[in-house]
């Protein structure tokens, strides 16, 4: 059975072991989850559950709320797959809480970077710049993109100013450092990808220790 839930980022904050030391952590509102759908190898030809996470009161159509009743769950505001095996045993109506996961487990959690905007290139691939005196009229430029004559033509892959951020990003193998079940809380050592308030998936880790 592969583990894996939809939750929140609340925050960091710290917290002291028993030697005084202080760890940085992530606050992460985990679950609960509630199994939508049952995606099996005969019928979509691959094996998912679909889950609802943060519930959601007012303006899900017709079409969704038809899709929610039809499992007796209520409509969420988040609704996505996470692949599993065959031999899983969940089914549509089950509960998924952050007990799935144990402290000192490592996990891999996916979330969406805090937008950055359109940045230049000393920010965005972290380039040198050009001379800051001796009359220099170019500073923070990205200087030559590509050979004049041979090929004439810009290269692939050269870092040019754009878009930054707001990305799909994955941090693997943070630890777990606490598990609250009563509050659906977990916290996991170091950051993870997004604003607070921002939702993330969190996984068993693929890697592992080691």
């Known amino acids: 059975m592969s583990?894996?839930?939809?939750?929140?980022?609340?925050?960091?904050?710290?917290?002291?072991?028993?030697?005084?030391?202080a760890v940085p952590v992530t606050v992460i509102e985990a679950g609960?989850?509630?199994?939508?759908?049952?995606?099996?190898?005969?019928?979509?030809g691959y094996e998912a559950l679909q889950l609802a996470f943060d519930l959601k009161r007012k303006g899900v159509n017709k079409p969704l709320k038809g899709h929610y009743d039809k499992q007796g769950?209520?409509?969420a505001k988040h609704l996505k797959e996470i692949r599993t095996t065959a031999e899983d045993p969940a089914k549509p109506g089950d509960e998924i809480?952050?007990?799935?996961?144990?402290?000192?487990?490592l996990v891999d959690?996916?979330?969406?970077?805090?937008?950055?905007g359109f940045q230049g290139v000393v920010k965005r691939h972290g380039y040198a710049g050009g001379p800051a005196t001796h009359g220099s009229m170019s500073h923070r430029s990205g200087g030559s993109v590509g050979a004049g004559a041979d090929p004439a033509r810009t290269w692939k892959g050269t870092g040019m100013p754009g878009h930054m951020g707001a990305e799909r990003v994955t941090v693997q193998?943070?630890?777990v450092v606490e598990v609250d079940s009563e509050r659906n809380v977990m916290l996991l050592q170091g950051g993870v990808p997004g604003p607070a308030g921002g939702y993330v998936l969190i996984r068993q880790a693929v890697k592992g220790k080691g």
């Open 173 to 175: 193998s943070i630890e």
């Open 97 to 105: 809480r952050v007990d799935i996961f144990e402290v000192g487990e």
């Open 3 to 21: 583990k894996g839930l939809f939750g929140k980022k609340i925050g960091m904050t710290q917290v002291f072991t028993e030697d005084g030391t």
């Open 32 to 44: 609960p989850c509630r199994v939508v759908q049952r995606k099996t190898t005969e019928t979509d």
């Open 73 to 75: 769950v209520s409509p």
């Open 109 to 116: 959690v996916t979330g969406i970077s805090k937008g950055r």
